[in-house]
């Protein structure tokens, strides 16, 4: 494979492709690093990839796998990427398409992150998956498990919303529920790790492999597009690992010449209630500040962000940016992103539309700029974000009442 | 186009490709015909499906449009086609595979028919869209109106669950719930759709072109087959049109010569609680006598199934069956195929699943068959089915509570 080694992001040790994620040395996270062959004839590298499965899989040349694409498991990606010109409309842009990771079998882009990571944990003979989650990772890990015959482990907040239990329950996973906050869940899931031989933590042990999955967003986007990068991309925050996989999936591509264009403007996007990214961007800190997250964008609400560090000095590089928006200003991102594309996206999404909102207000894109915005989740997970957001007319089963309530009897 | 008239399915009397839907001379219903050329290169025809869009309109010659395929809209279907081996092997017979649909936008087979009525609507000049729906339909329904700037209007029962409220008011279409149940709903939708000219009702005025929509999954199982026909079918009944309309499908394009094999084995699935087409199907019946529902699987709820006399002939004729699952069986169904394939479909696809399971204990599965279950919709609708059937582990944070709750310190 052309991965060759687990590289310290902060002193560059390198380690082998096993299951470490953090530095001996200097405890800083470890990366997959990669030799690839230079790329001699691009069309027939292209059309390789075009001739793969129609999920992460064709991109297997450029993910952290011995053995090559996996034959088995629930295949996740080659989502829409759907051009929403009703929406650029809105807004008074020019170019809008989003990324529609809603259509994963689990119904998020945590679905592609556990591919890969599960792949990586059956090469490296691991027998049971397990993960910390508030949601929608707990369903992707629960379902890729149960479609590969694999145990797993979902270690959850007790208080979780009692619809993102059911939705992790119903694949016969283990549901560990945990008195405490997600701070506790985590804390537990690497000592539970360390401790439990043959136990592959998705987002602990296995961590660098997991982030590699975010990349194909970039691969599939960039490939959508007919092999060009767009001018911007729109990406939610939470730790900071989709963000900033999705620059290094562009930046490896431009570099090897499968693709055209540069490095897209990245924009980060928060929630007001759990900002520490963004808070570090506007205040002009390379570090972030932890903070208590009060927010309806749950899947977000991560206080002390992994990569919030490198997530900032992308959107400086880039630049782009990183906003943060009111839960009232992720409700409307719902409800705008609704009903100009019939995309339905929970609270994270929300955030996302919201930032491109206000980018768009604030005049920071350029006229003749494609932006692409990453949705990443389903509005089915979060429902009670649009409760009263909208009117529902009730009314008796007859024409007259009908007429009555709508009051276009002579108007058309 | 190849469609060339609108057919009475039992006087034959022929209509315009307009906005009729019963006819004048014996009340039957009304379906879209066909005169095909002849397919003389069978390769060259198959590889200009496959150069099409990754969506239902790759089959826009076999559907009832003028203009070919609309660039606009939600794109529906191309769905994956999942070799469910574990859940083979649980029931114990060869080959099993899932087409699942809710990888659809809205997550249901209803974006399919939605797609092509719309399509059609609008190359007629309709300017709003409207249906009668209790969830499925309406999500479908207000988004794709959403995607096209549609001005929409959903007639719903007023006791619906109010998720699925949710899910389709996000759209910003009209929501007009009605007092009174699913029969006054529809009663007032057909009285609205013959005072208001201008309006589609997609299953009203235009239920022939909205049925045609199913068709694809016919298309779509045997070119992911690599164009053949696979032995057995087993489908969800709700009106009888999704069941008959698949048949349809694999018929046409046996026809044309487009794909190998014969008609599979048509199995139709229903709750107990609602089994009109089973009962006739048990009893020798032509006609299904209406019952009143009363089981959890509300998307197949039809008391009166409009096509439930096709669907009980086609399953007579194709060597095929009606089975009906109980409500416990359906929620057994639900987590027999989350835990083998990965896959959470809603209390539909639990009666699909169950009646699989069961045809596969009565011995009717050959042990040579290569069997297709169609999934229509996702869990995350009917949540409230799975509630109860597993068990949440609560524990404090400490890795001997976990040792404890689990008992699997010494095994592992």
Not at 287 to 303: E, F, M, N, Y
């Amino acid at each position: 494979m052309a991965a060759e080694a687990l590289k310290c992001r902060e002193c560059k040790t390198e380690y082998p492709l096993e299951a470490h994620y953090v530095c001996e040395r200097c405890f800083g996270p470890l990366e997959v690093s990669y030799a690839h062959k230079p790329v001699t004839d691009v069309a027939e590298a292209r059309r390789r990839i075009q001739a793969g499965p129609q999920s992460v899989w064709r991109y297997a040349d450029f993910l952290p796998l011995a053995g090559g694409p996996p034959q088995v498991g629930l295949p996740a990606g080659c989502t829409p990427l759907i051009k929403a010109d009703l929406l650029a409309e809105r807004l008074g842009i020019k170019e809008v398409w989003v990324k529609n990771d809603t259509a994963n079998p689990t119904h998020s882009f945590k679905d592609r992150v556990v591919s890969v990571a599960t792949a990586r944990a059956r090469e490296l003979g691991f027998e049971v998956l397990a993960c910390a989650s508030t949601g929608n990772l707990a369903n992707a890990v629960a379902a890729q498990a149960a479609a590969l015959g694999m145990e797993s482990y979902v270690f959850i907040p007790a208080n979780l919303e009692e619809q993102k239990i059911l939705a992790t329950g119903v694949y016969g996973t283990n549901v560990v529920a945990i008195h405490g906050n997600y701070d506790d869940v985590n804390r537990l899931c690497t000592e539970v790790s360390g401790e439990r031989e043959g136990w592959a933590f998705v987002n602990v042990n296995m961590r660098p492999y997991y982030a590699e999955g975010s990349k194909t967003i970039a691969y599939e986007i960039a490939e959508q597009l007919g092999w060009e990068t767009p001018d911007r991309i729109v990406s939610p925050i939470a730790s900071g690992s989709l963000f900033t996989k999705i620059a290094k999936g562009f930046e490896e591509w431009l570099e090897l010449g499968l693709i055209t264009g540069s490095l897209p403007k990245m924009n980060g996007a928060q929630a007001t209630g759990c900002s520490p990214v963004a808070q570090a961007y506007e205040a002009g800190h390379d570090v972030c500040r932890p903070v208590k997250p009060d927010t309806i964008a749950k899947s977000l609400a991560i206080g002390n962000p992994a990569d919030g560090p490198y997530a900032v000095e992308l959107a400086r590089r880039s630049d782009g940016g990183v906003t943060a928006v009111t839960d009232d200003e992720i409700r409307a991102g719902i409800r705008l992103l609704a009903e100009t594309t019939g995309i339905f996206t929970e609270t994270a999404g929300g955030v996302t539309t919201a930032v491109l909102q206000k980018l768009a207000e604030q005049g920071e894109i350029g006229s003749d700029e494609r932006v692409v915005i990453v949705i990443t989740g389903d509005g089915l997970k979060t429902l009670d974000a649009v409760r009263d957001t909208f009117e529902t007319h009730t009314i008796d089963p007859t024409f007259d009442a009908f007429e009555d309530a709508f009051a276009i009897g002579a108007a058309k």
